[in-house]
């Protein structure tokens, strides 16, 4: 049914619960895992550094954490005994939604499998969801896994993302 499952990961425990979900779900359907993660370069931007430092810095760790990212979500899924590979979009000019859903179609996903923090009401009005953007575009079925409200590394990713997105 799903022979192929894209899941994209951004180290936050949502996307953790994502990862555990969707590796629960290949080893029942007999999947491949696709793990994505999107590189946000201007995430980690303060606009105070100078371009040199940001350039030789700040840009070389952001990809080396987001390599350790992938690859530690490759040995969970393996661990699982889960066939998965990684792929890292870093791109100058990306919009996170549309780099997974072009991902999605690029690979040929049956399915994605995203974490979502399931903001309602105001929060969600002035801070955006990601996994409601990709939801809106994608072309195939989207499987939103929330984080556990009592897991205190998920209230803490909320709010992380929460102060990062409103500095975007």
Do not use: N
Not at 38 to 54: K, M, N, W
Not at 93 to 106: L, M, N, T
Not at 138 to 162: I, K, R
């Amino acid at each position: 049914m799903y022979a192929k499952v894209l899941v994209p990961i951004d180290g936050g425990a949502t996307g953790d619960a994502a990862l555990r979900e969707a590796v629960a779900l290949a080893r029942v359907a007999g999947s491949r895992l696709r793990l994505l993660h999107v590189l946000d370069r201007y995430a980690h931007a303060s606009g105070f550094e100078p371009a040199a430092v940001y350039c030789d810095q700040v840009l070389p760790r952001e990809r080396g954490a987001a390599g350790e990212r992938l690859e530690r979500a490759c040995a969970i899924a393996a661990a699982a005994g889960v066939q998965a590979d990684a792929e890292l979009i870093d791109s100058p000019v990306v919009e996170i939604a549309q780099s997974i859903c072009s991902a999605a179609q690029v690979w040929g996903a049956d399915l994605i499998v995203l974490g979502t923090h399931g903001r309602r009401g105001v929060d969600r009005l002035l801070l955006g969801s990601r996994a409601e953007a990709v939801v809106r575009r994608s072309t195939v079925p989207v499987l939103l896994v929330h984080g556990d409200a009592a897991d205190p590394a998920c209230a803490a990713d909320a709010g992380a993302e929460a102060r990062a997105d409103w500095t975007r």
